[in-house]
Every structure is written in C-alpha cells, then in structure tokens.
C-alpha cells in the first residue's frame, strides 16, 4: 500500500503542478505583449487607455475556465475512474500549450484569448488531486494535504521563471514569447508519461465517488456554514488585495519604471518565494508565542500598512522591495486563515482544501477584470482598492471565532 500510495502522490502531485505553472507562466509577458507596440496586429488597433482591460480578460481567462471546468470534471468523477479522466485533460492541456504558442506567433489577440480559456479548462482537472483518491492510504493523507501548497508554489515559481526568461531574447536570440508554451507543452507530456505509469489502474470506488459528489454538490453549503463564512469571507476578500499585487505588479513596474522584463521576472519569483517562507516558515515560528486570531489581525494590518507604503513609492527598488514584503505577509495571512478552516478528519480536510481552492479561483478571475477596470480610471486606483480590500478582511476577521 505504501509504494501505491507514493506512486499516486508521484501522478497527482505532477498535475497540480502543472496547473499552477500553467497560470503563472503568462504574469512576465502579457503586460509586454499589449504594451509594447513591437508586437504588431496583437494590440495595433487597440486603444492604448484599453489595454489594461484586455490584459485583465487575458489573465482571467485561465481561471474563469477552471472555475466553470472544476464541477464537470468533479460530476464525471462520480461515475468514471479517476485515471482516464486525468490522462485525457492532461493531453488536451499539453495541445493548449501548443494552441496559445501557435496564437502569438499569429499574433492574435482572440485566438490567444481562447487559448488561455481551453488551457484553463483542462487544468480544472486538478480538482481530482484534491479529491480523496481510493488508492491512498488514509494515514498517507496528511502528508500529502501539507504539500499540496509546496507543490503549487514551485510550480509558480518556475512558471514565472520559465515565462520571463524562455521569453526573452537578450538571455537567447532564438527566445521569444512562444518558447515558454513549448517548454510547457514538453513539461506537460511528462507529466501525462507520470499519469499513465505510475497513476494505478484503479475503478471508481463508492468512496471515491461520494468524495466527488460531495464536492460537487457541497462547496456553496459549506462556505455558508456559521463557523465558517467568516473565514471565507475574510480570505476571499484578503485574496483580491494579493492578486491584484501580484498579477499586475508587471505593469506597475512597466507603467512607471519602462520595460524591464527581468527584473520583473525576478521579482516575482522572490514575491512566490516571499510567500512560501511565510506560509511555512515564519507562521510556524509565531504561531507558537501568539495567539491565532491577534496573529491575524496583525498580519492584516501590516500588509495593508505595505499596500500603502507601495501607494506612496517613487523608488524602482523600493517598490520591489516592498511587494516582496507584502507577499511575505500574504502567506503568514493565508496560513492563519487556513488553520481556521480545518477539520478533525484527514479526508474532510481534502475537501476543505478543494473548497478554498475553488474559492482561490474565483477571486483570481474576478481581481484581473475588476483590477483592469478601474486602470482604465486611474493605475492608482488598484493600490486603493487592495487597501479596500485589506481594510475589509480586517474588519470581517474581527468577528471571527476559533
């Protein structure tokens, strides 16, 4: 059972990867590619105060076909083994890598568009890494909910680095913004090799089944509990203010500083890595000599004192400086606000995990149109509403009880 259960681990960790790598490899080039007008018919004909609003359809995309994605694949789950369902979305992923390459050397912006929402929906498939798999031993099941979140930050920080430096021709003249998709595409048949070879043959059992139907029907039950809408509350709002940094920080920097394509790239890999150390590191080390729901509140406010030092900063390295910081507080807020959603049972807490990822998914969608909306006001107004934002999961978090 033990080389089962790592065999599985081996398959499904390697999905959830390649989904959070899928979302992340575009934050270095789509602000470049509708502002730099070296990219041709892409943006040509689009007024220039329109394109934050574009580049926030283009970002959305992604997560706007996950989240319309994740219950069909959870309702097929209730009836067909878990395994071909992966296999075929993994393959008709790796051909959406190949779909949004072929669309920017077409320099498309519709095709790119439509791209970026067929990759999304097959990617909703990682709702069945979530999902209690049969063939995992139930003592397992701990270890693999605790590296679930690793999982999902490595595979943004390569996802960034892949599409900042893939991307750029000053590292290598045959760079350009389609070699990132190829990368992918290669990364994702390994991964569909890892599914087919170590993902066991199993049928779909009557837990596994529940499981699938329980998070299917269950998400909007749940969030809406007494004890736990408050937590979610205060997480969804927290969520827009990060996003919202961290998906337009690009832009930000291009807006105010020029085109800086690595410094950006980097920059937000230190701001993924920020939040790991945060999430994993410094959480655990506080949470031992302060209080839950204090830690909280204090981690909320300093990260909207940071939101607004950001508001304030002329300096190109402050500025960068002080999103990484942000991010550090992002991932010691994430990690109290997930303590407060857990239960007793190692399998109820996979659901628990798949609900706040479903959660996720909707404020990572809605931030990018709301976020480009109010740039077509003033590029203000983002750091404004992320102060909002902070302003009111503080106040909701006040409410909250353990």
């Not at 359809?57 to 997560?63: K, T």
């Not at 509990?225 to 509350?233: F, G, I, R």
């Not at 150390?277 to 080390?285: E, V």
Request: hydrophobic fraction near 55%.
């Amino acid at each position: 059972m033990k080389s089962k259960s790592y065999a599985s681990t081996l398959a499904l960790f390697s999905i959830y990867f390649i989904d959070s790598f899928g979302a992340a490899i575009v934050f270095p080039i789509f602000t470049t590619l509708l502002l730099d007008p070296t990219f041709g018919r892409l943006v040509a004909d689009l007024p220039y105060f329109l394109r934050p609003l574009f580049l926030g359809l283009l970002i959305s995309a992604y997560p706007l076909a996950q989240l319309l994605s994740w219950p069909i694949f959870a309702k097929i789950a209730t009836h067909r083994p878990r395994k071909i369902i992966l296999i075929i979305s993994t393959l008709l992923l790796a051909l959406g890598f190949i779909f949004t390459g072929t669309s920017l050397v077409l320099k498309s912006y519709t095709l790119l568009f439509f791209s970026r929402f067929f990759s999304g929906f097959c990617a909703g498939s990682f709702i069945l890494c979530i999902i209690t798999p049969d063939d995992l031993a139930h003592k397992f099941i701990a270890f693999y909910h605790k590296r679930l979140t690793h999982i999902a930050g490595v595979g943004f920080m390569i996802g960034i680095l892949a599409g900042g430096t893939l991307s750029d021709p000053r590292i290598f003249i045959d760079f350009n913004t389609h070699t990132p998709f190829i990368f992918g595409f290669f990364i994702t048949l390994f991964t569909l090799t890892l599914v087919i070879y170590t993902l066991p043959k199993i049928t779909t059992k009557e837990t596994q089944r529940k499981n699938a139907l329980f998070v299917w029907k269950g998400f909007f039950n749940n969030i809406i509990q007494e004890k736990t809408v408050l937590p979610y509350l205060t997480f969804f709002l927290f969520l827009m203010a990060w996003l919202t940094n961290l998906q337009f920080f690009s832009f930000e920097i291009h807006k105010f500083y020029g085109h800086k394509p690595l410094l950006i790239t980097f920059v937000l890999i230190g701001m993924v890595f920020a939040y790991m150390i945060g999430f994993f590191q410094i959480y655990k080390s506080i949470s031992k000599i302060m209080p839950q729901k204090p830690l909280l509140i204090f981690s909320l406010a300093g990260a909207l004192g940071i939101a607004i030092i950001i508001y304030f900063s002329t300096n190109l390295f402050a500025d960068c400086f002080f999103h990484v910081i942000f991010s550090l507080y992002a991932g010691l807020i994430w990690a109290c606000l997930s303590d407060y959603i857990v239960h007793e049972d190692a399998l109820m807490n996979l659901q628990l995990v798949a609900y706040k990822n479903i959660l996720v998914l909707g404020a990572t969608c809605i931030a990018p149109l709301l976020t480009g909306s109010l740039l077509l006001i003033n590029i203000h107004f983002i750091f404004l509403f992320a102060s909002i934002s902070l302003l009111l999961s503080i106040t909701s978090s006040l409410f909250i009880e353990k």
